[in-house]
């Protein structure tokens, strides 16, 4: 886990920018993270190995550029790392077929994997670029397979036997750390639609959907455990009046102010929703009518004593009408209960408004 992890956090590095996908910040760093564990394992290989000095250099400096462009992405420059990242790795490629390992080390190999980074880096707007690195990395396969010599450099032909082991593990590896990649990003695009599917944009609160079915859930518990529960809906007074007043960009603060307050009001365990308009919902766990009387009486004083000032300076008096209504005998299922609440509701806004009925 802690590995995993640690994957998460530097696949994430760097800032992105508006029009990029944060896929693509995630194949980007795969690529360089790659890139710098090849070019590691060379360096070593050329110091402790075999010794020598230029091709210890030259990965060297391929580390330095691949850091570099690792971290750039901080200063939102994901753009033209994107672009530069796969034509540094093939300059690189070919440099080392034609003047350090040879063709026959497999290195030209690797390659093949820009096809499918075109396709996940790249956006639709950027098929120019998409093409380039796809003819780039096909035209320097060619190049290295037909005229970079296969031996007589700095690896004899055990070493390069070593090496096109090594070409095929480090394959594999790119591609489950690929799998794992994508893997990760699709969970995270998944549970980011879920959110956005159950939460109202305007409050933050959970919406209809979502707060129902957490009373359904409950509600059932309360049954099985045969506790108290009670549920309360919420209108504001008069909010056609706020809109019509004060204009509906008023009756939206009106509306994100109130839902703070409620929030604070409620015990952790207690869930509040959007119902619908200017309509919520409460549900309270382990807690009786006579308690619900209560907790929605602070609740409505609360709501009342808000300050909330338009953008014309103006201040906004704000109530709500509240219906509480308990589990009982009578109340079979949890529709059963809003019903009641809704009964409750409507005794609030009949006796004045500014009240909690029960």
Known sequence: MCSY??????????????????????????????VMLVDLSLMLFFSLGRPDLFACFSYFISFVFSIWFFFVNRSKWLRWVRIATPFLVIVQIVFSCFFLLGSGSGLQWLLVMFSSYSFLSFQRNERAWQASTIVSSFLAFV??????????????????????????????????????????????????????????????????????????????????SSSACSFAIIDFDHFKRVNDSYGHEA?????????????????????IGRYGGEEFVIIMPNTDGSEAMSKMELLRASIESLNIVSSHGIRIPVTVSIGVASMSKETAIF????????????????????????
């Open 143 to 224: 190049l290295c397979e037909l005229y970079a010599p296969r031996s007589g450099l700095l690896l004899d032909k055990s070493e390069q036997v070593v090496s096109v082991i090594l070409v095929f593990v480090y394959s594999l590896l790119a591609f489950g750390l690929a799998v794992q990649a994508l893997v990760g990003r699709l969970f995270r695009v998944n549970m980011k639609l879920r959110e956005l599917a159950e939460r109202d944009v305007l409050t933050g609160l959970p919406n209809r959907r979502k707060v129902l079915n957490e009373a359904l859930a409950i509600f059932n518990e309360a049954l099985e």
């Open 335 to 358: 529709e059963d209960v809003l019903a009641l609440a809704d009964k409750a509701l409507y005794k609030a806004k009949k006796a004045g408004r500014n009240k909690v009925f029960r």
């Open 5 to 34: 992890n640690l994957l998460e956090r530097l696949l994430n590095q760097g800032e992105l920018e508006t029009d990029v996908d944060f896929g693509d910040k995630y194949t980007v760093n795969l690529v360089l993270m790659l």
């Open 251 to 271: 009756g939206d603060l009106v509306l994100q102010k109130g839902a703070e307050a409620m929030s604070i009001c409620l015990r952790k365990h207690d869930k």
